[in-house]
């Protein structure tokens, strides 16, 4: 772990679980990082390490941003990925949380280095989260699919079996480098729509909110998120009746998750070029304010 900087002496924790989140690739309308986000703000935390990200990242595609401090120097702030110690009061157990944002280099290394802190650490599971853009429909219950290491951990989740096969992410590399330490993890992932990907998707976040309380015994405060789910349903149900194409989409998609089958020879747009037209009127309501 020759690049992990400790911030303090690892405490003691008790049973704690691993839970990862990754900005970027991993994280569609935000609702991965958000869910962690919202557990961070909810239990008494402390860093206890950062990976220095010289050896993961090119700072051509991850370009580090300057920010003022208090007395007004300039300051770097370069991509992080930082562990963080979580406890919860009345809870039986600690979490160990990666606040992180997807590498561009050395994913195997990188992967490694995680899997050597959850050991150092006696993490008992590792969950990582992740959010994806598919056909699904604002107005129906979020789909979150998985994996598990655990058989018995996929049927105490009631998880719906992902299906995926095409490119991965640092989600997969890491669940994957698990199982072959012989680490428990669990992969969840929140379906969120396509044709308003570009917008933060609280309700998604609360989803995977929901389902990762589950697997930790942990409860983060969800009444934000829950707050911000309706709110999100109202401003993106007044857009989609103000569509006629995008309400046709949202109605087909909507049909096609109750019955849980597609409808082939349907004549309707391209999903792609609705979801282009939908953001670019979400954009103009937001400037019209």
Known sequence: MDHLRWEMNPPKLRNPILVCAFRGWNDAASAASSALETLC???????????????????????????????????????????????????????????????????????????????FLKVDKVVVLGSLIAEVAHTLPVPITGLATDEAMVKQLDLERSNYEGPTGIVGVIHDRCRAAGLPSASLWA????????????????ALSERLERITGVAADISG??????AYEEQIGRAVSADPEVEELVSRIEGEQRERHSSDGVD?????????????????QDRDK
């Not at 309707?268 to 103009?284: H, T, W």
């Open 41 to 119: 703000d909810s239990l008494e935390v402390d860093v206890l390490a950062e990976i220095d990200p010289e050896e993961y990242f090119d700072f051509q595609a991850n370009r580090p941003t300057i920010s003022f401090t208090d007395s007004r120097h300039r300051r770097i702030e370069w991509p992080r990925n930082t562990f963080i110690a979580a406890r919860a009061q009345g809870a039986e157990r600690d979490l160990v949380l990666l606040d992180g944002t997807e590498p561009n280099l050395k994913w195997r290394t990188y992967s490694e280095t995680v899997v050597k802190v959850a050991e």
């Open 191 to 206: 379906a969120v729509p396509h044709y308003v990907a570009a917008v933060p998707n609280p309700k998604a976040a609360l």
């Open 225 to 230: 998120l829950e707050d911000e789910t309706v």
């Open 268 to 284: 309707v747009p391209s999903g792609d070029s609705i979801a282009m037209e939908f953001q670019r009127f979400l954009k103009q």
